[in-house]
């Protein structure tokens, strides 16, 4: 096939430009001086080894993010999905049983939360960050303020929320929260525009460096969505763009990529494609498009699972970790991760323990996944259902 050849070809060529040598031992950007001409040196950042430190804690071996951070708006849907109504006591019974389930750090190493659970106790009055804390689970928080749409563009969307973050972020940081996340979309059905890719690479680069400046390990969510008919090679094409664009800013915004984290999508065919790709192809693909364009600086590579089934998350999670990467990767799952959970609790408190155990065989099958030791064996019907939706706003 005329693609493997080019695979074959350029993963040699990169091999040159990602290197082996270890930088460890290299000053931290914190002692740079800024690009051509400006010879100003840059401050360095009061909270550079504290990022550095939280970035290695998340990406730790066999450990991986668990994503609850759905705004009140698309934990409603979560919990409408079980009959359930979308009230506070309803959202705080659904992430109280989550963040306390026993064992759980062993393979969860961060969870990122909305401001609601940030602030929130437990029932008995225990801070639902402690119970992260007690767990050696870093928590973090959502700081985007949403999409909406983008003017000038192919009804296409920006991300809101840099107005004010700096405040809010220092503000997060002394509640107990270490890392941040911010997604924006780009739809391949709708182009992308350049304008959009731009917007969304530009958000994310300030966004990364204000929370830096806070203590927060930003993680770089571009989401590409699943939706459209196109094949895995108009993915690839895409997402080297995304990624091209998005760490070309972040160098210009000074973002340190030693205290970053990043939450790709896999490059799959467009999710109305006629074929589907194996774990194989999808692993393929995703890896090549990382490798040449994120630099071996940045310490994790943590998925989101944008609609997949929790199987087929895990499998091409686990197909991706077949090879040493030069980043950690892993996961950071909502949809994937939660689906199981929800239809085992169906709201009943009889029904939480369950629930959790539930949590804990996705857990561990990612976490084995994380080091390339998943076998895919005795997984339930539901776990194997895919969570697509066409158009899906989070
Ligand atoms: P999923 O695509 O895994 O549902 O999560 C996306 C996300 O950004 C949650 O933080």
């Known amino acids: 096939m005329a693609s493997s050849a080019t695979f074959a070809k350029l993963d040699a060529a990169s091999s040159t430009w990602i290197g082996h040598q270890s930088f460890s031992s290299l000053p931290l950007p914190s002692s740079r001086l800024a690009p051509s001409r400006v010879s100003l040196p840059i401050r360095a950042g009061q909270y550079t080894d504290e990022l550095l430190k939280t970035a290695k804690t998340i990406a730790s071996p066999g450990r991986g993010i668990l994503a609850i951070d759905e705004s009140n708006a698309t934990c409603g849907k979560r919990l409408d999905s079980i009959g359930l109504d979308n009230t506070e006591t309803n959202r705080q019974a659904y992430r109280q049983l989550l963040l306390t389930t026993p064992g759980l750090g062993q393979y969860i190493s961060g969870s990122i939360l909305f401001e609601e659970t940030l602030y929130q106790t437990t029932t008995d009055g225990k801070k639902m960050v402690d119970c992260l804390v007690e767990q050696n689970i870093v928590p973090g928080i959502k700081v985007d303020k949403g999409l909406v749409p983008l003017p000038g563009s192919n ?104 205290g970053i984290l990043l939450k790709p999508s896999m490059v799959t065919p467009g999710a109305e494609h006629k074929e589907r790709a194996s774990p194989e192809t999808i692993a393929k693909y995703t890896l090549t498009m990382l490798r040449r364009r994120v630099p071996p600086a940045v310490p994790g590579i943590m998925f989101l699972s944008g609609g997949q089934s929790e199987v087929e998350a895990t499998l091409n999670l686990n197909a991706m970790n077949q090879v040493p990467n030069p980043w950690h990767v892993s996961f950071s799952y909502a949809r994937a991760l939660q689906n199981s959970v929800l239809k085992t609790w169906k709201g009943q408190p009889e029904n939480v323990e369950a629930a959790q155990k539930a949590l804990l065989v996705r857990a561990k099958a990612n976490s084995l996944a994380q080091l390339g030791k998943y076998t895919g064996e005795d997984e339930s019907d539901e776990a194997k259902k895919g969570m697509f939706v066409k158009g899906y706003t989070y």
Do not use: M
């Open 155 to 258: 009804n296409e969307s920006w991300c809101q929320g840099l107005d004010g973050l700096a405040s809010r972020t220092s503000e997060y940081y002394k509640q107990g929260a270490r890392f941040a996340k911010w997604r924006t979309v780009v739809s391949i059905p709708c182009g992308p525009s350049a304008l959009a890719v731009k917007e969304a690479a530009w958000g994310l680069a300030r966004y990364a460096a204000i929370s830096q400046d806070s203590g927060l390990v930003p993680i770089v969510e571009p989401e590409i969505l699943l939706d459209g008919d196109h094949g895995i090679e108009r993915t690839l094409e895409v997402a080297e763009k995304v990624w091209s664009e998005v760490f070309f800013y972040l160098a210009e915004n000074n973002v340190v990529f030693e």
